[in-house]
Nanobody, 130 residues
Framework: QVQLVESGGGLVQPGGSLRLSCTAS????????MGWFRQAPGKERELLAA?????????YYPDSMKGRFTISRDNDKNTVYLQMNRLKPEDTAVYYC??????????????????????WGQGTLVTASS
Protein backbone atom coordinates (compact mmCIF):
# COMPACT_ATOMS: atom_id res chain seq x y z
CA GLN A 1 0.00 0.00 0.00
CA VAL A 2 0.98 3.58 -0.46
CA GLN A 3 1.76 5.54 2.71
CA LEU A 4 0.50 9.11 3.09
CA VAL A 5 1.73 11.85 5.40
CA GLU A 6 -0.07 15.18 5.66
CA SER A 7 1.50 18.43 6.80
CA GLY A 8 0.77 22.13 6.83
CA GLY A 9 -2.07 22.30 9.31
CA GLY A 10 -2.16 24.73 12.19
CA LEU A 11 -3.84 27.79 13.62
CA VAL A 12 -4.91 30.49 11.19
CA GLN A 13 -7.00 33.61 11.64
CA PRO A 14 -10.33 33.80 9.86
CA GLY A 15 -9.78 35.17 6.37
CA GLY A 16 -6.32 33.69 6.18
CA SER A 17 -4.85 30.98 3.96
CA LEU A 18 -3.10 27.66 4.40
CA ARG A 19 -1.60 25.14 2.04
CA LEU A 20 -1.74 21.52 3.08
CA SER A 21 0.63 18.94 1.67
CA CYS A 22 0.36 15.17 1.47
CA THR A 23 3.44 13.21 0.51
CA ALA A 24 3.19 9.63 -0.66
CA SER A 25 5.69 6.81 -0.45
CA UNK A 26 5.84 3.10 -0.93
CA UNK A 27 4.09 2.79 -4.27
CA UNK A 28 4.11 4.56 -7.63
CA UNK A 29 2.40 7.87 -6.98
CA UNK A 30 1.07 8.21 -10.52
CA UNK A 31 -0.95 5.03 -10.04
CA UNK A 32 -3.21 6.88 -7.62
CA UNK A 33 -5.93 9.44 -7.83
CA MET A 34 -5.84 11.65 -4.75
CA GLY A 35 -8.36 13.46 -2.65
CA TRP A 36 -8.74 15.72 0.37
CA PHE A 37 -11.39 15.24 3.02
CA ARG A 38 -12.08 16.77 6.39
CA GLN A 39 -13.93 15.79 9.52
CA ALA A 40 -15.08 18.16 12.21
CA PRO A 41 -16.03 16.97 15.72
CA GLY A 42 -19.42 15.34 15.70
CA LYS A 43 -19.71 15.49 11.93
CA GLU A 44 -19.24 13.03 9.10
CA ARG A 45 -16.20 13.06 6.89
CA GLU A 46 -16.74 15.26 3.82
CA LEU A 47 -15.01 15.44 0.46
CA LEU A 48 -13.24 18.68 -0.38
CA ALA A 49 -11.52 17.96 -3.68
CA ALA A 50 -10.14 15.17 -5.84
CA UNK A 51 -7.62 14.96 -8.67
CA UNK A 52 -6.84 12.34 -11.27
CA UNK A 53 -3.58 10.48 -11.61
CA UNK A 54 -1.63 12.03 -14.46
CA UNK A 55 -0.94 15.12 -16.51
CA UNK A 56 -3.95 16.76 -18.02
CA UNK A 57 -5.38 16.36 -14.56
CA UNK A 58 -9.08 16.21 -13.98
CA UNK A 59 -10.22 17.80 -10.77
CA TYR A 60 -13.49 17.48 -8.91
CA TYR A 61 -15.00 19.72 -6.27
CA PRO A 62 -18.38 19.28 -4.62
CA ASP A 63 -20.57 22.29 -5.33
CA SER A 64 -20.34 23.35 -1.70
CA MET A 65 -16.52 23.52 -1.91
CA LYS A 66 -16.04 25.40 -5.15
CA GLY A 67 -14.28 28.74 -4.94
CA ARG A 68 -12.03 28.69 -1.86
CA PHE A 69 -10.15 25.39 -2.11
CA THR A 70 -7.81 24.26 -4.89
CA ILE A 71 -6.26 20.83 -5.27
CA SER A 72 -3.05 20.23 -7.23
CA ARG A 73 -0.34 17.61 -7.43
CA ASP A 74 3.35 17.43 -8.25
CA ASN A 75 4.12 13.92 -9.43
CA ASP A 76 7.87 14.60 -9.36
CA LYS A 77 7.58 15.25 -5.61
CA ASN A 78 4.96 12.56 -4.92
CA THR A 79 2.87 15.26 -3.30
CA VAL A 80 -0.68 16.52 -3.49
CA TYR A 81 -1.63 19.95 -2.18
CA LEU A 82 -4.75 21.70 -0.95
CA GLN A 83 -4.66 25.47 -1.10
CA MET A 84 -7.27 26.95 1.23
CA ASN A 85 -8.18 30.63 1.10
CA ARG A 86 -10.51 32.89 3.06
CA LEU A 87 -10.73 30.40 5.87
CA LYS A 88 -13.69 30.52 8.22
CA PRO A 89 -14.14 29.21 11.76
CA GLU A 90 -16.37 26.46 10.36
CA ASP A 91 -13.40 25.17 8.36
CA THR A 92 -11.90 23.96 11.63
CA ALA A 93 -11.45 20.20 11.30
CA VAL A 94 -8.96 17.40 10.84
CA TYR A 95 -7.97 17.26 7.18
CA TYR A 96 -7.11 13.94 5.55
CA CYS A 97 -5.66 13.02 2.22
CA UNK A 98 -6.70 9.84 0.50
CA UNK A 99 -5.38 7.70 -2.33
CA UNK A 100 -7.09 5.22 -4.60
CA UNK A 101 -6.32 3.94 -8.09
CA UNK A 102 -9.84 4.92 -9.14
CA UNK A 103 -10.84 8.60 -9.00
CA UNK A 104 -14.52 7.65 -8.87
CA UNK A 105 -14.03 5.85 -5.56
CA UNK A 106 -12.72 9.03 -3.97
CA UNK A 107 -15.50 11.16 -5.47
CA UNK A 108 -18.35 8.95 -4.25
CA UNK A 109 -16.83 7.80 -0.94
CA UNK A 110 -19.04 10.01 1.20
CA UNK A 111 -22.22 9.40 -0.81
CA UNK A 112 -21.93 5.70 -1.59
CA UNK A 113 -21.47 3.92 1.73
CA UNK A 114 -20.37 0.76 -0.03
CA UNK A 115 -17.30 2.42 -1.49
CA UNK A 116 -13.85 2.05 0.02
CA UNK A 117 -10.71 4.10 -0.49
CA UNK A 118 -7.40 2.28 -0.44
CA UNK A 119 -5.38 4.50 1.87
CA TRP A 120 -5.74 7.43 4.21
CA GLY A 121 -3.26 9.73 5.84
CA GLN A 122 -3.21 10.27 9.58
CA GLY A 123 -4.75 13.73 9.32
CA THR A 124 -3.62 17.24 10.11
CA LEU A 125 -5.57 19.66 12.27
CA VAL A 126 -6.63 23.03 10.89
CA THR A 127 -8.03 25.59 13.31
CA ALA A 128 -9.45 28.85 12.01
CA SER A 129 -9.87 31.10 15.00
CA SER A 130 -9.00 34.55 16.24
Amino acid sequence: QVQLVESGGGLVQPGGSLRLSCTASGRTFTNYAMGWFRQAPGKERELLAAISRRSGYSTYYPDSMKGRFTISRDNDKNTVYLQMNRLKPEDTAVYYCAADPVLHNIVVFTTDKGTTVEQWGQGTLVTASS
